[in-house]
């Protein structure tokens, strides 16, 4: 990517934070598909593409942080509801906490510089 | 061409390019991928306030992405176990996605960077962690093992075998209640029509009249193949339908 060295860093780490976005996004509700991407992708600069969304639920669900089940729709296809599993549970808990903490060391070094 | 052509047509040539550039992934992988992705199109359809035309189309898809960004996304980071390719898919499925390439353990995108963590230290062997979400999740041995029995258990163990067949698929959650209770619609029809005809036939023995009747032959007798086809296709009938719901979900 050309315009500015910062986007493809910014991408990979949005990459590796919003599976745990999705976690929180379940932590109190079960949620279908369509729901949750755009509820992930309403907050700007959280999603670029909404189709990515797909396999990563995929991948939470084989990792046995989610699981889904099948229910019907009033207005259209079937949709799958996305819930969170304990395991899915304790890890979004860890990633919290690491997160906490590693945004609070990288803002001690950039937050000093600009203000503007 | 009108508006809904060709919107329909935007849509299915995107449906189109994703198959193909899915074609990495293992068979049943793909065939979930375009089938949440077609029914993210039609869940935002429903949903959208205004008309959903050509303009409106073509938003929702750069939205989505591009079929190839989503599918490196479904292919980076980890590549798939070959467990998951070992589970063969049920025919229906096959009928649904054509079948895999051979060079499907590799996809073509460059190795993930490593900056990406997808899957973090602290996660689970899904093969411990995940065994009894995966019933729930997708498909397994006891859909597959729903789907045959209804399919041939009229004819390996007549009388219990759909039965089984059925009990299981109510067992599993796989399928939503609605298509649970279509397939034992479709069951019982098979299993209440033969009775029905061996009822007529016994009356007329009751009746007196012998089974030789030209009667009886033409009204009980002379039905049962079709009343032996009713009963015979409806299993299959039933299991097609269960696995085709079942081909996209995995």
Redesign the interface.
């Known amino acids: 990517m050309e315009p500015g060295e910062a986007r493809l ?1 910014l991408t ?2 949005r ?2 934070v919003l ?1 745990f976005c999705v976690l929180s996004l379940l932590r109190d509700e079960e949620l279908y ?2 729901d949750l ?1 755009r509820r992930l ?1 309403d907050v700007d600069g959280m999603v ?5 969304i ?3 639920l ?2 939470l ?5 989610v ?6 729709s009033e ?6 509801y996305y819930a969170l ?1 304990p ?1 899915g549970r ?2 979004l808990a ?2 919290v906490e690491e997160w906490r903490r590693f945004r609070d060391a990288v803002e001690t070094f950039l937050g000093t510089e600009d203000t503007t | 061409m009108n508006e809904t052509d060709r919107t329909d047509r935007l849509v299915d040539d995107y449906l189109r390019r994703l198959e193909k550039a899915a074609y990495a992934l293992p068979p049943g992988r793909r065939a979930e991928l375009v089938l949440e992705i077609r029914d993210h199109i039609v869940e935002a359809r429903a949903s959208a306030d205004g008309a959903t035309d050509e303009a409106w189309t073509r938003t929702l898809l750069d939205r989505l992405g591009t079929p190839e960004e989503i599918v490196a996304a479904a292919t980076d980071g980890q590549q798939p176990p070959p467990q998951h390719q070992s589970v063969p898919p049920p025919t229906a499925t096959e009928a649904a996605a054509p079948p895999p390439p051979v060079t499907e353990a590799a996809p073509p995108t460059p190795p993930p960077p490593p900056v990406t963590q997808t899957a973090p230290p602290t996660a689970p062997p899904p093969a411990v962690q995940g065994s009894h979400v995966s019933t729930a999740a997708r498909w397994g041995g006891l859909e597959i093992a729903a789907v045959a029995l209804l399919a041939v258990g009229a004819f390996v163990l007549p009388g219990v075998g759909s039965l089984i067949g059925l009990l299981l698929a109510w067992v599993s959650s796989a399928w939503t209640t609605g298509e649970k209770l279509l397939a034992s619609a479709v069951v019982a029809l098979g299993t209440a029509v033969p009775l029905l005809a061996l009822r007529a036939v016994l009356s007329d023995f009751r009746m007196g009249a012998p089974v030789m009747s030209s009667f009886s032959v033409s009204g009980g007798l002379g039905l049962y193949p079709v009343v032996i086809l009713i009963a015979g296709l409806t299993g299959p009938l039933a299991a097609g339908f269960l696995a085709i719901r079942l081909s996209g979900r995995r």
Do not use: H, I, M, N
């Not at chain 1, 670029?48 to 990515?52: H, N, Q």
């Not at chain 1, 699981?67 to 019907?72: L, N, Q, V, Y």
């Not at chain 1, 207005?75 to 799958?80: D, E, F, I, V």
């Open positions: 860093p990979q780490l990459r590796g599976e598909g369509f991407v992708s670029t593409s909404e189709g990515t797909y396999p990563l995929s991948r669900r084989r990792d046995g942080w699981k889904t089940s099948w229910r019907e207005s259209g296809p079937p949709r799958r599993t395991s304790t890890a860890g990633f």
